[in-house]
């Protein structure tokens, strides 16, 4: 099985910043794209940023110029700098990966838990 657990998540103060991290655990044989995703209370959950296995990227319009995505590979990890927070970025943060594992090799979808991030004064 693969699991993917958050962790960072906390309440910040506007203007702030959190780092995110999301660990890969398993039987894996590769990592492809990985996102990170979010969810207001009474919002539609939606896509933050992604990154492809290479370390292209790509963000929400939201979030240009103040978030940052980044890999490590040997630790199969994402994470997500989180800078010039804003109350509207409170939500609940989810990671998101295509995962292959050994005996499979196909890919297939994987969620973490989530974690919250709370930014007010």
């Known amino acids: 099985q693969v699991q993917l657990v958050e962790s960072g998540g906390g309440l910040v103060q506007p203007g702030g910043s959190l780092r995110l991290s999301c660990a890969a655990s398993?039987?894996?044989?590769?990592?492809?794209?990985m996102e990170w995703y979010r969810q207001a209370p009474g919002k539609e959950r939606e896509l933050v940023a992604t990154i492809a296995s290479g370390g292209s990227t790509n963000y929400a319009d939201s979030v240009k110029g103040r978030f940052i995505i980044s890999r490590d590979n040997a630790k199969n990890t994402v994470y997500l700098q989180m800078n010039s927070l804003k109350p509207e970025d409170t939500a609940v943060y989810y990671c998101?990966?295509?995962?292959?594992?050994?005996?499979?090799?196909?890919?297939?979808?994987?969620w973490g838990q989530g974690t919250q991030v709370t930014v007010s004064s």
């Open positions: 998101h990966a295509d995962v292959a594992r050994y005996g499979s090799y196909r890919y297939y979808a994987y």
């Open positions: 398993g039987s894996i044989f590769s990592i492809g794209a």
